[in-house]
């Protein structure tokens, strides 16, 4: 049986190792926008389909059995294409999607729904940001002239960013002795973060807690799809739900 794994993602690597033990043939598809990806066992394809089209024909050509869309929860583009691909060939779409993280006592979380409002929320009320949302989404804080933001991605941005910034090159796992080292050293008064889920990236969370500072948290985009998607939220369900296809 063939599986092409929509990747970029821990969730995904775990996914591919697991049928790789049970005798899949195993493709990872990556977008190709981090220079050096942690790469999945089994074969690797890197760079666009060409759009929902290009998509179905490559699970066609390559005769795919099974389509896991295991990327990102903000990957929303990827993932309507996964779901229009399912559709027109006929395939099975497993979505692996890890549970968003939830707020625990003494945090002190604002939400908002977009990086537009997070910017808006951050230049007016806090003057000492850090920023952990990737290097693609930076340019509605590049107005902001007054306010220092400590931007941590793990390539340099390519995109306007505002005046008073310290960029920092860096990739998780962190842990949060280090990350409240961070924030103290540079007075952070907010972190501004996607609501990504996972281990990996989550010891921020907990330091701003212990610490007292706000997070202003970008929630999720709602899961595109309809009803021929099989939706789970951790490996080891979409292995089960591939068994059955
Ligand atoms: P996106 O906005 O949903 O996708 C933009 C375009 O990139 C898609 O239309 C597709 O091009 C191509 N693409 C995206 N993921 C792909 C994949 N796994 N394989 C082949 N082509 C892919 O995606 P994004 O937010 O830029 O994220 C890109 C990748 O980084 C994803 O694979 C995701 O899992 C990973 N990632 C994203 C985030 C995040 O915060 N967004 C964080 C960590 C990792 P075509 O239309 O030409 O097929």
């Known amino acids: 049986m063939r599986a092409l794994i929509l990747g970029g993602t821990s969730e995904g690597r775990?996914?591919?190792?697991?049928?790789?033990?049970?005798?899949?043939?195993?493709?990872?598809?990556?977008?190709?926008?981090?220079?050096?990806p942690r790469l999945p066992v089994g074969m690797v394809r890197i760079g666009g389909f060409g759009g929902p089209a290009g998509l179905?024909?490559?699970?066609?050509?390559?005769?795919?059995?099974?389509?896991?869309?295991?990327?990102?929860?903000?990957?929303?583009?990827?993932?309507?294409?996964?779901?229009?691909?399912?559709?027109?060939?006929?395939?099975p779409l497993i979505a692996l999607h890890r549970p968003a993280w939830s707020p625990q006592p003494r945090d002190r979380w604002h939400s908002v729904h977009s990086v537009d409002e997070a910017a808006r929320v951050v230049a007016r009320d806090y003057s000492h940001i850090f920023l952990t949302i990737g290097r693609q989404k930076l340019a509605p804080f590049a107005a902001d002239t007054h306010n220092l933001y400590v931007i941590r991605c793990?390539?340099?941005?390519?995109?306007?960013?505002?005046?008073?910034?310290?960029?920092?090159?860096?990739?998780?796992?962190?842990?949060?002795?280090?990350?409240?080292?961070?924030?103290i050293g540079n007075q952070i008064d907010v972190v501004v973060t996607k609501n990504s889920g996972g281990n990996y990236t989550r010891a921020k969370l907990d330091a701003?807690?212990?610490?007292?500072?706000?997070?202003?948290?970008?929630?999720?985009?709602?899961?595109?799809?309809?009803?021929?998607?099989?939706?789970?939220?951790?490996a080891s369900d979409a292995m089960r739900e591939a068994r059955l296809v």
């Not at 024909?57 to 990102?72: E, F, G, M, P, R």
């Not at 970008?218 to 789970?232: A, M, Q, T, Y």
């Open 154 to 183: 793990v390539d340099p941005p390519e995109v306007a960013l505002p005046p008073r910034n310290r960029v920092l090159l860096d990739r998780g796992p962190f842990d949060v002795a280090a990350e409240k080292k961070l924030m």
């Open 56 to 91: 179905a024909q490559w699970i066609v050509s390559n005769d795919i059995d099974v389509l896991i869309d295991a990327t990102h929860p903000f990957a929303e583009v990827i993932s309507e294409s996964a779901a229009e691909a399912s559709r027109a060939t006929g395939r």
């Open 208 to 234: 701003a807690r212990e610490l007292g500072i706000d997070v202003v948290m970008v929630e999720r985009p709602p899961l595109p799809g309809g009803s021929n998607v099989i939706v789970v939220d951790n």
């Open 14 to 36: 775990d996914l591919a190792k697991r049928m790789l033990a049970e005798n899949w043939e195993v493709t990872t598809s990556l977008a190709g926008r981090v220079a050096n």
